[in-house]
């Protein structure tokens, strides 16, 4: 097992309203990436949290934020749901933040349903 | 940005044949191709990786060819069995872009008795 968990594994939520996800990293890793995977397609990049600072972003927009907490675990917040956020959100944790791999140990995510 | 094609959307194959995938990206900067396997309602896992300064990898049934050139890479599986039926992505990552690896649309990958 890789070591990354994810809260909660299913929800649902309406339009407007607000969603905090959690990912408990894997031991020894300091480095959470969060991605969204909308049904059939490929995870797309949210942003990356190292050492508490956002040190890397996607083409989302600002109504997606993260927290990373000193003990490495972290939380994505999505506020103002959009129908079109309904998609599995991954956490993934890797022991540095170096652009040449090292595996990313994702998470097995959770699904959020959008109504 | 950095784009990555995956080709095809779904493969299907009999049991005992090779199945191949190809990825085609856009940025020269991008220097590491890791491929991940997704079952149904499961996590992504990482089947095999390659890095730009190598052409070729093999892991027992499942190799990855890079051309740097071409800018494409491929997943090749030999000897397929029920158990690789899931969806496959490849994925890339620019030089210095951290951990923002950018994905392909995947593959469905059916292996038929």
């Known amino acids: 097992e890789t070591g990354v968990t994810q809260s909660p594994t299913h929800l649902i939520k309406t339009r407007g309203q607000q969603v905090t996800l959690r990912c408990s990293s894997q031991?020894?890793?300091?480095?959470v990436s969060w991605y969204q995977q909308a049904l059939g397609q490929g995870p797309q990049f949210i942003f990356q949290?190292?050492?508490?600072?956002?040190?890397g972003r996607g083409n989302f927009p600002p109504r997606f934020s993260g927290l990373q907490f000193p003990n490495y675990s972290s939380e994505l917040n999505v506020n103002a749901l959009e129908l079109d956020d309904s998609a599995l959100y991954l956490c993934?944790?890797?022991?540095?933040?170096?652009?040449?791999?090292?595996?990313?140990?994702f998470g097995e995510g959770s699904r959020l349903t959008v109504l | 940005g950095e784009n990555v094609e995956q080709h095809p959307s779904t493969l299907s194959v009999q049991e005992g044949d090779s199945a191949v995938i190809k990825c085609t990206y856009s940025?020269?900067?991008?220097?590491?191709f890791p491929w991940y396997k997704q079952e149904l309602g499961k996590r992504p896992q990482l089947i095999i990786d390659?890095?730009?300064?190598?052409g070729e990898k093999k892991d027992q049934r499942i190799a990855v060819t890079l051309n740097k050139t071409a800018k494409h890479f491929s997943l090749h599986i030999t000897e397929t069995q029920p158990e690789d039926s899931a969806v496959y992505f490849c994925?890339?990552?620019?030089?210095?872009?951290?951990?923002?690896?950018?994905f392909g649309t995947g593959t469905q990958l059916k292996v038929e008795l």
């Open positions: 031991s020894g890793h300091n480095t």
């Open positions: 993934a944790s890797s022991p540095g933040t170096s652009g040449v791999g090292g595996e990313l140990f």
């Open positions: 994925a890339a990552i620019v030089t210095g872009g951290g951990n923002k690896l950018t």
């Open positions: 390659i890095r730009s300064n190598v």
């Open positions: 949290y190292y050492r508490e600072e956002e040190n």
């Open positions: 940025d020269s900067a991008s220097n590491y």
